[in-house]
């Protein structure tokens, strides 16, 4: 199982970045998918997810500025996040939605938001 994470980078205060994830090794259009970060010090924590129909739910610091959609046809996961602030700096990370169901983690991929 793979799940790599990608399109992190370094952004300012109010910039937008969009996150991919390619997976493989698992049957993509049968998962419910959720993207996760985790800052320096602090414990991993949910930003969201999205079923394998569609709906989404996001977690409360990112409600309102980040999307979360997926192609079933060609499997990537996307993580559009707008209105960035320097609290969302953290290693984002794809894996399945909810928690408990997740497998081994990818690499994950930075972002950093300077002010």
């Known amino acids: 199982v793979q799940l790599q994470a990608s399109g992190g980078g370094l952004v300012q205060v109010g910039g937008s970045l969009r996150l991919s994830c390619a997976v493989s090794g698992i049957i993509f259009k049968e998962n419910d998918m959720g993207w996760y970060r985790q800052a320096p010090g602090k414990q991993r924590e949910w930003v969201g997810g999205i079923s394998t129909t569609g709906f989404t739910a996001y977690g409360s610091a990112v409600k309102g500025r980040f999307t979360i959609s997926r192609d079933n046809a060609k499997n990537p996961l996307y993580l559009q996040m707008n209105n960035l602030k320097p609290e969302d700096t953290a290693v984002y990370h794809c894996?399945?939605?909810?928690?408990?169901?997740?497998?081994?983690w990818g690499q994950g991929t930075q972002v950093t938001v300077s002010s």
């Open positions: 894996n399945r939605w909810p928690l408990f169901s997740t497998i081994s």
